[in-house]
């Protein structure tokens, strides 16, 4: 689908170093941006979900997060995170430089307190950024 092709492809060039290295948390079994990104040369990407759907998941829970998961990433995303997780979402920055960004349901507003994400249109998708 048009949306996800374009998410990935915003994701994949906001930055020029390669190798980039991503996580997706919250992955569910939804995992289309997950393989076009991991398709993509220079891309070291992992999945991480609370309730891992299979093998290639890594468990982690991000209100509680294991800290050598998070070191050295370029981005961190998220894709219809509940709203009691997106806090935590945030939190991951702690540990590395990383942009966050956060796809929602519809285009409702975050649950993220202070901290206030920037609303970016790409194509046909639309997502938040800080
Ligand atoms: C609404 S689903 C979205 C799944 C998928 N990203 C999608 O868009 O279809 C939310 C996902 O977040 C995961 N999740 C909930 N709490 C979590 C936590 N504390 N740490 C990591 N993942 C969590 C759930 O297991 C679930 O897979």
Request: glycine share 4%.
């Amino acid at each position: 689908m048009k949306i996800w092709k374009d998410f990935g492809e915003y994701i994949l060039n906001l930055c020029e170093k390669r190798p980039i290295n991503i996580a997706e948390v919250g992955v569910g079994k939804f995992t289309m941006v997950y393989d076009f990104l991991n398709e993509q040369e220079g891309v070291n990407i992992v999945k991480i979900d609370i309730t891992p759907a299979d093998e290639t998941v890594i468990r982690d829970d991000i209100t509680n997060p294991n800290p050598e998961l998070y070191r050295d990433l370029d981005i961190i995303y998220s894709i219809r995170p509940p709203s009691e997780i997106q806090p935590h979402i945030l939190k991951l920055k702690e540990f590395n430089d990383a942009k966050i960004i956060i796809k929602p349901l519809f285009n409702e507003d975050l649950n993220t307190g202070s901290k206030k994400m920037k609303l970016k249109n790409y194509r046909k998708s639309s997502f938040y950024i800080l």
